[in-house]
C-alpha cells in the first residue's frame, strides 16, 4: 500500500506479480519508470505490446519465438540428428549461450512431480516421442535439472526412448571455478563417482 | 545474451535496466510475461502508457501523482503548518504506510553530494525556503536517510531554516523489533546518546 493514485496504484501491483520482484522492489522499479517515463516507460510498453502480439511457441519445440517454426527448428546449419532436451525456454537460453550445442531443443514445459499431479501427458514428452520416430534421431540428450523432479523425468525419458535411440545426459561434477568447500556432498560424490584418469 | 529474437532481446535489455533487476532476473521476468501474455503483458502495457501519461510532479512539493497538485497538498484536513522533508517519493509513501504523520511534504529529489557535485540549487531546497515563508510554516521535520549525504544535507537545511521556523528530525536509536547484537556501533551510540528515563 502506498499513498500513490489508483493507476500507479494497479502499476505496483501488476509489477510485483513478477518473479524476482516483491512489492518493495516493485515500487522502486515504479518509480524508476515514472521518472523517466519519456525515454524507459513509453518505449518499454511499447516494446511489451509488440511482443505480447507476436511472441508465440515453437510448434516443433516451444522455443518462444516470432514465428510457428522457430529459428533453430528452421536453420538448415543445425545438426537434424541430436535433440536437447530441457525443461524450460530459460534453459534453452542458458544452452545456447554457451553456444556449444549445434543441435536441435525439445523444451518439455516443466518436469514430472507427483506434489503438483504432473503426469507425461502435460508436459511435451508424447511429442518428444513424435519427433524421435519421425525426425530420423540418433540421440536425445537430457539436459534436465538435477532436482529430484528434474531427475525423475530424466529417467521416465530414458525408459520411453532408450530401446528407439541413445539417450545420454548432462555431466555432473564439480563446476568450472567450484570450490570443494563450497559444494554439497552429492555434487562431490557424484563427482567421486564419474571421476576419469587426467 | 539469448538466442532470443530481436524485440524479446530489447524488452530483456529494457527490463535489465529496473532497479533490483540484472540480466538474469529480468530473462526470467519476460519469459513469465511472454507465458502470461494475455492476461499480464497486455495489461500491464495498458497501464504503463496509462501512468506515462498521466503521472507528474506536484508542482508544489514533487510528490508523484496524476495532478499539478498532489492529493496530499490538495487535502484541506491535513495540517498545514508542518512540512516533512524526504529525499525521495519512495521515503514519502513509506511515511504515509506508517499512517502517523498528518502534515504536508517537500521531496527534495536527492540529496548534497560532494562527489555527485550536487548543490543547493540542483534540490528543492530553494522551494523549500520559498514554501516555509509563504505557507505559515511552524516546523520543519527533516526525514533524511540516516547516511553521511542525508545528515549533511539535514544540517545545511536546519542551517538556513532555524532562525525562521522549528527544525527538527526523526530520532535515530533502536529499530522496533532490533536486537542489540545485530546493530552497528553508530545506531548503538546515538541510542546510548539520546536514552530517556523510562
Given at each position: 500500500m502506498t499513498d500513490a493514485p489508483k493507476e500507479i496504484e494497479t502499476l505496483i501491483e501488476m509489477m510485483a506479480k513478477l518473479p524476482g520482484l516483491g512489492p518493495r522492489s516493485a515500487r522502486r522499479a515504479v518509480l524508476h519508470l515514472i521518472k523517466k517515463r519519456g525515454v524507459l516507460m513509453t518505449p518499454l510498453a511499447d516494446t511489451m505490446h509488440t511482443v505480447a502480439a507476436t511472441a508465440r511457441e515453437c510448434l516443433n519445440c516451444a522455443n518462444i519465438s516470432v514465428a510457428d517454426i522457430c529459428p533453430i527448428c528452421a536453420?538448415?546449419?543445425?545438426?537434424?540428428?541430436e535433440i536437447c532436451v530441457v525443461e524450460d525456454v530459460a534453459d534453452l537460453w542458458a544452452m545456447e549461450r554457451a553456444g556449444v550445442f549445434k543441435g536441435r531443443y525439445h523444451v518439455l514445459g516443466g518436469t514430472l512431480s507427483a506434489l503438483d499431479a504432473i503426469g507425461p501427458a502435460d508436459l511435451r514428452i508424447p511429442k518428444l516421442i513424435d519427433r524421435v520416430e519421425t525426425e530420423n534421431i540418433t540421440e536425445v540428450i537430457l539436459a534436465l535439472n538435477a532436482t529430484i523432479d528434474g531427475q525423475t523425468t530424466a529417467h521416465y525419458i530414458a525408459d520411453q526412448l532408450e530401446h528407439r535411440v541413445s539417450v545420454t545426459s548432462l555431466a555432473q561434477g564439480v563446476?568450472?571455478?567450484?570450490e570443494l568447500d563450497y559444494l554439497d556432498d552429492g555434487t562431490i560424490t557424484a563427482a567421486l563417482k564419474a571421476r576419469k584418469k587426467v
Open positions: 536453420a538448415e546449419k543445425r545438426s537434424n540428428g563446476p568450472i571455478g567450484g
